[in-house]
């Protein structure tokens, strides 16, 4: 397994030596807050990954940089290279979780999955923001999972939402046949109960069409596409699956303007190298793009503009760059809160952070201020609630770049929350886990 090691002391002229740490010594922990990066920078879904872990980086190197830590405490971090592969993510968090004070994003479904059980015993928060398990949003039996902003239930209704609105309404689906190209993981599997659902409620055709991981052949699951011809079609990929799926469309002659992608099916690099042959593609969005946001600015500043960088200039504000940004910011955030109530200055703990990513409350006024404002809209958790948002809009590449739509969606919570609940009782019926408790809640 390949570690890497960051030393944070580039970036000591901005900030001063005495502000800054670098990865240090188990035994030294305890003097800063350490943040485990689970990575992807290698294999065949390095494209996707390497923006998403650049954003996350750069964001940590800027509240070094600019404010020297989190509330007087050094923050310290390493890297660890999983390959997009489940083993490996669980090595890297067995190797890492007992030199972290704060949490893990496991930046796959399937790691999460495998560190879902793990979480508990050890104390470990998980953030999952937009994948993992869409039952882990009721945090009454899912204590240690976060999936701030969305999960794919919610993201699959949404889509679901939209071509209703398209068409006239949701009462218009009747009839039409709608197929999921879906990664054959758990990942690209998890959507396919909120669709069943769907389709059982409005009337429409439900095709189901796996695609085996990495998802660079799939001449057979266009065949199929080409021959039931499909209203619709949802594009569940990650990494080279998406262009090539887009690739395989073009081809076959099926319009890009009726597919419509996961937010994990985007970004730049799903559509780049398909230029035009992508004009007209949606997908969902949890995020904007762009250089012009605060926040974006202030990660120039401090840290590209200073030769810190993680990655090239122009990546930076690009739609993953952006949402890796979003992810350590609320981590960052979640600390932030938990100094509130157990001591600004301290180190906090796991278990500390872990309250604070639970009461995590941020309105319009301190997204504004966080360099935020235009980039996402107010996330609040609590210990009924985990996700905190399920907001999203739908995007579309034009052939140079994405243009955001205007109209934002909501998840409906009468299809969502009776889903999430029969999931989470089931999962704590197998698990043995009883549902937490009012005082549970307040620690």
């Not at 404010?67 to 993510?89: L, Q, S």
């Not at 059980?117 to 050890?122: I, R």
């Not at 609105?165 to 990664?183: P, R, S």
């Not at 200073?306 to 990546?315: A, F, L, R, T, V």
């Amino acid at each position: 397994m390949k570690l890497k090691s960051l030393a944070l002391a580039a970036a000591a002229a901005a900030a001063g030596a005495a502000a800054l740490t670098t990865p240090a010594p188990a035994q030294a922990q305890a003097k800063e807050q350490f943040f485990p990066l689970l990575v992807y920078r290698t294999g065949p879904y390095a494209p996707n990954g390497t923006p998403w872990a650049n954003g996350k980086l750069d964001y940590l190197k800027m509240v070094i940089a600019r404010d020297g830590g989190i509330g007087g405490v050094k923050v310290a971090y390493e890297e660890c290279e999983t390959g997009y592969a489940t083993d490996k993510g669980v090595e890297c968090y067995e190797r890492l979780k007992g030199k972290t004070n704060t949490f893990f994003d496991p930046q796959s479904t399937g790691i999460t999955f495998a560190l879902t059980d793990k979480a508990p015993g050890d104390k470990m928060p998980l953030m999952t923001l937009g994948y993992g398990l869409s039952a882990s949003q009721d945090g009454y039996v899912f204590k240690w999972n976060f999936p701030y902003m969305g999960s794919y239930w919610t993201g699959a209704d949404i889509l679901i939402q939209h071509i209703g609105k398209k068409e006239g309404g949701l009462a218009k689906l009747k009839g039409k046949k709608i197929t999921l190209v879906y990664h054959d993981s758990p990942f690209g599997k998890e959507p396919i109960p909120l669709l069943q659902e769907r389709a059982k409620m409005h009337g429409f055709d439900l095709q189901l069409i796996p695609v085996t991981a990495p998802g660079v052949e799939q001449k057979a699951a266009w065949l199929q596409v080409r021959q039931s011809r499909p209203d619709y079609v949802l594009l569940w990929g990650w990494g080279v699956m998406n262009s090539t799926a887009l690739k395989e469309a073009q081809a076959t002659g099926y319009p890009r303007d009726k597919m419509y992608g996961v937010w994990w099916s985007g970004a730049e690099p799903d559509v780049k190298d398909v230029g035009d042959g992508a004009k007209g593609y949606n997908a969902l969005a949890l995020n904007p793009s762009g250089q012009s946001f605060k926040v974006i600015q202030d990660i120039l500043k401090n840290v590209h503009d200073k030769g810190q960088g993680s990655g090239p200039k122009d990546e930076v504000g690009s739609v993953l760059y952006m949402r890796g940004v979003i992810i350590q910011m609320l981590g960052v955030e979640a600390v932030k809160r938990a100094q509130e109530r157990f001591g600004k200055g301290k180190v906090m703990t796991s278990e500390q952070v872990r309250w604070g990513m639970e009461n995590l409350a941020l309105d319009q006024k301190k997204l504004d201020a966080l360099g935020f404002a235009g980039v996402m809209r107010p996330l609040s958790a609590s210990c009924a609630d985990h996700m905190g948002s399920t907001w999203a809009r739908i995007h579309t590449w034009d052939g140079a770049k994405w243009v955001m739509g205007a109209d934002w969606y909501q998840a409906d919570e009468q299809i969502i929350k009776p889903m999430v609940k029969a999931a989470a009782d089931k999962y704590a019926a197998e698990k043995k886990i009883t549902r937490r408790t009012a005082e549970d809640c307040q620690n």
